[in-house]
């Protein structure tokens, strides 16, 4: 990058910004080659203001953002079968046993899984926005200091995971539950530090714009998954540990199998890597600072969801087990505009590095757009197939006319869910993760659950109508409110910001 008394010209430093065009006449038209590659030339220019000049249009951020969303749609959908697979060995046991599972699971969500969630959102910002900004091996080196951070908050989640069986019998009625609960939960520790690294190595690959990396990986690993339950538990009979030995297995093999991927199949990326540095034990703040609103970001809606399933067994069973299947369909459906949002903050956060602020607000107006369709496709889809769709899980009429009944509200909210996550991918690119964690805490826990409950248990005694009613009311502040925000928010501080943590 060489520097002139007048305006700059700079080299590509991203392939999510990278394009090909006529550089004598300064344009720049990003193209789709390979597979989670763009091709390399780029002239930019810099002006007064310090902003980067790159020429894009919607229909060139779509065809990226479609490029780069269905190998994370894959990627996310294969690494959720993890735990259908588990629910559907175990199912096979006993109802004991399932019972167990689902409130192990529920907790190692809530109390590990999420809090690697949340720490994870920081790399979608800092390898994101170093490698915008030229720092390559500043990526890898973001990729160490987030392992170690993970590693060490590994030590209280096992503490509790250790703990959980005696922890579970104190909150819930059915102590034996509970404490298998507690055994499955001692040995799927062993599974922590497989999944939080996985998740890190994830950011490294998806910041340089190999989304493919993580899919190739889990299209190898969900066989291998399978085979494991099979093998495990109905071949060596271990019933419920061995349930608990698949998943730790698979687990740890995830980031072996990504090493293996980045290291022999695509070596071009290991220039991000500048090898292992005591450099990675010091200058924790910004990862921190950015890591923390986005635990409590994930924490907040994780929990509510939590929540609200619990409440539902105090209506009746049959609620219960149509909030299982409306929760099943709403995960599930989520993971379309989720894996897209994560294209989203790691291009938005390559242009905010880059300081091409023009090109991400184009970027950002076509995402709109791209969001609302993807949330109307949802719920046009859940509408046409409400009387359908609960059939797939069960067979009981009373479970299904209740699915069947809260469809349509589901409907809603996964299209204006879509906007939140639209919402919040914009955050996270620009580096705000601490207003998701804000607008998350106040809406979920001052406003939403509290109106759930009020629908369901009060005088319109909406049942699980009511439930899922106070969720659409929250989802539909959350994505008004940080959507808000955004408009308003100064652009520019992100790029300042961007350049301080990689200075």
């Known amino acids: 990058m060489e520097s002139t ?22 344009n720049a038209y990003g193209t789709l080659a390979d597979p989670g590659e763009i091709e390399s030339l780029l002239s930019r220019r810099e002006g007064e203001a310090g902003e980067v000049e790159i020429a894009t249009s919607g229909k060139k951020e779509a065809r990226l953002l479609v490029g780069y969303s269905v190998p994370l749609m894959f990627t996310y959908l294969l690494q959720y079968s993890f735990s259908l697979v588990t629910i ?57 200091r987030m392992v170690l951070l993970m590693l060490l908050v590994t030590v209280p989640i096992g503490a509790v995971w250790l703990c959980s069986g005696w922890i579970l019998a104190a909150l819930v009625p059915e102590r034996k539950l509970a404490y298998m609960a507690g055994d499955y939960l001692r040995i799927l520790l062993a599974s922590a530090p497989g999944y939080a690294t996985f998740e ?49 297995l698979s687990n740890t093999l995830l980031p072996l199998f990504l090493w293996i991927y980045v290291y022999f199949i695509v070596p071009s990326s290991l220039e991000c890597w500048g090898g292992f540095t005591k450099a990675a034990f010091k200058h924790w703040g910004p990862m921190i600072k950015l890591a923390l609103p986005g635990i409590v970001m994930v924490e907040a809606e994780w929990l509510a969801f939590d929540i609200l399933t619990f409440s539902s067994s105090y209506i009746s069973t049959a609620h219960l087990a149509a909030q299982s299947v409306v929760m099943t369909c709403s995960v599930a459906i989520y993971h379309i505009p989720f894996s897209v949002s994560i294209a989203v903050s790691t291009r938005l956060g390559n242009l905010i590095g880059a300081g091409a602020l023009s090109a991400a607000r184009i970027a950002t107006r076509t995402y709109v757009i791209m969001f609302l369709i993807i949330g109307t496709v949802d719920a ?111 652009w520019r501080k992100a790029v300042d910001e961007a350049r301080g943590r990689n200075d």
């Not at 008394?5 to 300064?26: E, H, N, Q, T, Y």
């Not at 190739?216 to 271990?238: E, G, H, Q, R």
């Open 5 to 26: 008394d007048g305006p700059r010209r700079f080299s590509v430093v991203s392939p999510l910004i990278a394009a090909r065009g006529d550089v004598a006449k300064g």
């Open 88 to 144: 559907f060995v175990v199912g096979h046991i006993g109802t004991d046993e399932l019972g167990a599972v689902s409130l192990a699971t529920m907790t190692a969500n809530i109390t590990g899984y999420a809090v690697f969630e949340g720490l994870a959102t920081s790399l979608d910002t800092l390898c994101a926005q170093a490698y915008g900004t030229g720092k390559k091996e500043q990526v890898g080196l973001h990729l160490q």
């Open 200 to 248: 890190a190595g994830k950011r490294f690959t998806q910041a340089q714009g190999l989304f493919n990396a993580s899919l190739y990986v889990l299209l190898v690993s969900t066989p291998l998954n399978i085979a494991f339950n099979y093998v495990f538990v109905f071949v060596l009979d271990w019933d419920l540990k061995g349930a608990a030995l698949s998943t730790v």
């Open 380 to 490: 046009t889809f859940l509408v046409s197939t409400r009387n359908i769709l609960p059939s797939a899980f069960t067979e009981d009429p009373e479970v299904i006319k209740i699915v069947s009944s809260v469809m349509p509200i589901l409907a809603l909210f996964q299209l204006s869910d879509a906007g939140t996550a639209l919402a919040n991918a914009i955050l996270r690119g620009l580096g705000r993760q601490s207003i998701g964690g804000y607008v998350n805490l106040g809406v979920y826990y001052m406003i939403a659950i509290p109106m759930a409950f009020l629908l369901c248990f009060g005088k319109p005694k909406l049942g699980l109508e009511g439930l899922w009613s106070g969720c659409l009311i929250g989802s539909c502040l959350i994505w008004m409110v940080e959507g808000t925000y955004c408009k308003v928010w100064g």
